[in-house]
């Protein structure tokens, strides 16, 4: 497998929005190779002007390893391209297929260059919000194996953030709602999320620990999703709630 070759696929499905065959379909590859792949694609996106925010963390909860047929934990890279406005109208037709999943985020206040341990993971954050990704693997019918969906950055294709909030009193079994329209789609709790998501932030300072790539103070941590996912359609209002937390919501359309 050439990393750069392999790299240029997911980035050009991802720039014009077309599916490709999964990249294990042509040659196996390992793990290893899949995360160089990965930092190959996003180095092709800062070179393109797009600049890194944070990290993703997926496969924290069992609902969504049950639904994609994967079972462990992966991590990738977000970058300010990502971002949509809380509140904002998502145009989904720069999406091939995409999904939304309920999650919380986090921002650091200090920098992250080891790996820490769950009593001292609560000093680097700043704060936490309810947050949305918004996920769209590269990979025609959202079909992949372990190492094809870490070469394509773990499907990442957006995200919408609420309001920031230090209750991080709450975050250990928080209900978690996300409504499509008004009617509920998906129910669960943060504790579904590693069992607490704050595991997330000490999971992802052994990732960048080891990648030897720290995280500077201010960066994003998404902490992964509480439920499995669900498909998004133009015309929808989605809506996330996490008590005590805050909520987010975006509208979307087909830019038509
Ligand atoms: C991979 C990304 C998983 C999560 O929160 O678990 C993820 C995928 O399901 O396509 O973002
Ligand atoms: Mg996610």
């Not at 393109?48 to 462990?72: W, Y």
């Not at 201010?218 to 805050?246: D, E, K, N, R, W």
Request: charged share 20%; glycine share 8%; proline share 3%.
């Amino acid at each position: 497998m050439n990393v750069a070759t392999a790299a240029a696929r997911v980035d050009d499905a991802a720039r014009h929005v077309e599916a490709i065959e999964q990249l294990s379909a042509g040659e196996s590859f390992s793990l290893g190779q899949a995360y160089e792949i990965q930092r190959a694609s996003i180095k092709r996106r800062t070179q393109r002007g797009e600049r890194t925010v944070g990290i993703k963390l997926g496969f924290t909860s069992r609902a969504k390893m049950i639904q994609m047929g994967v079972d462990s934990l992966i991590w990738g890279w977000l970058t300010d391209a990502m971002l949509e406005a809380e509140g904002a109208s998502v145009d989904l037709s720069r999406f091939i297929h995409p999904r939304v999943e309920p999650e919380v985020c986090f921002v650091t206040r200090r920098d992250i260059d080891r790996p820490l341990t769950a009593l001292e993971a609560h000093a680097y954050i700043e704060a936490v919000a309810p947050a949305m990704e918004i996920i769209d693997s590269r990979y025609r019918a959202f079909r992949f194996t372990l190492e094809d969906v870490v070469a394509d950055n773990c499907s990442s294709a957006g995200l919408v953030i609420g309001a920031w909030s230090r209750r991080f009193d709450v975050l250990r079994n928080a209900g978690v709602l996300m409504r499509f329209n008004g009617r509920d789609v998906q129910t669960g709790s943060t504790a579904a999320i590693l069992g607490h998501p704050l595991r997330s932030v000490v999971q992802a300072s052994h990732l960048v620990a080891e990648a030897e790539t720290p995280l500077p103070a201010g960066s994003l941590i998404m902490a992964g999703a509480a439920t499995a996912a669900q498909a998004l359609t133009p015309g929808l209002h989605v809506q996330c709630v996490v008590s005590g937390i805050g909520q987010a919501e975006f509208t979307t359309s087909s830019g038509a």
